[in-house]
């Protein structure tokens, strides 16, 4: 059973910087290519960015520049750096995992639970 587990969300300011964590198990962060996902009340979900088993990313064009995604091998643990923020970033974030490098959210089979980010003007 994948399980995955988001943390670091929160509320910021336009222009301010957070750091999101999925943790997950040792085969799942290895085996499968790992996303960020985003969805804001009222649209559907969205592709932030990906990266696959070789550490290749492709990110959506609204973040590329400001949103980075990195691994920890060590502590199996998948992270989305946020800088510039804007309020447009506001939505729900969710960590997920599947067999797909794609930012199209259909592939993914297992996903965490969601952390908020909430981005003020």
């Known amino acids: 059973q994948v399980q995955l587990m988001e943390s670091g969300g929160g509320s910021v300011q336009s222009g301010g910087s957070l750091r999101l964590s999925c943790a997950a198990d040792?085969?799942?962060?290895?085996?499968?290519?790992m996303g960020w996902f985003r969805q804001a009340p009222g649209k559907e979900r969205e592709g932030v960015g990906v990266?696959?088993?070789?550490?290749?990313?492709n990110f959506a064009y609204s973040v590329k520049g400001r949103f980075t995604i990195s691994q920890d091998n060590a502590k199996n643990t998948l992270y989305l750096q946020m800088n510039s923020l804007k309020v447009e970033d506001t939505a729900m974030y969710y960590c997920?995992?599947?067999?797909?490098?794609?930012?199209?959210?259909?592939?993914?089979?297992?996903w965490g639970q969601g952390t908020q980010v909430t981005v003020s003007s």
């Open positions: 997920a995992a599947g067999r797909t490098y794609s930012r199209d959210p259909s592939p993914f089979a297992y």
């Open positions: 040792a085969y799942t962060s290895r085996r499968y290519c």
């Open positions: 990266i696959d088993r070789y550490g290749n990313t």
